[in-house]
Nanobody, 124 residues
Framework: QVQLVESGGGLVQAGGSLRLSCAAS????????MGWFRQAPGKEREFVSA????????YYADSVKGRFTISRDNAKATVYLQMNKVEPEDTAVYYC?????????????????WGQGTRVTVSS
């Protein structure tokens, strides 16, 4: 079992940067594949980025590729999402998710554990 707590959300101007963190409890964090998803008002939850257990493989939605970077520190049991050149369209609640076994990094249903989310608002 792993518990996830996101932080780092807030209000940022378009073109600015923000770093989200997701701290995990438990001693088996390094075994989990991790993902970031987001949900804007009135829209479905969508994939943003993911990283495999070792950090060797990363995945990005086309809409954030080249602007966002996912990383993890297994010693600190934390995964990060560095958001650069943010756009108003990035406004959403961002969720961290974890999975021990995963078949498709892009699907929310592949992840068993979820955090409560952190809100990101990008002003134009």
């Amino acid at each position: 079992q792993v518990q996830l707590v996101e932080s780092g959300g807030g209000l940022v101007q378009a073109g600015g940067s923000l770093r989200l963190s997701c701290a995990a409890s438990g001693r088996t964090f390094s075994s989990y594949h991790m993902g970031w998803f987001r949900q804007a008002p009135g829209k479905e939850r969508e994939f943003v980025s993911a990283i495999n257990w070792s950090g060797d493989n990363t995945y990005y939605a086309d809409s954030v590729k080249g602007r966002f970077t996912i990383s993890r520190d297994n010693a600190k049991a934390t995964v990060y999402l560095q958001m650069n050149k943010v756009e108003p369209e990035d406004t959403a609640v961002y969720y961290c998710a974890a999975a021990l076994l995963i078949s498709d990094y892009y699907l929310p249903g592949s992840y068993r554990h979820w955090g409560q989310g952190t809100r990101v608002t990008v002003s134009s």
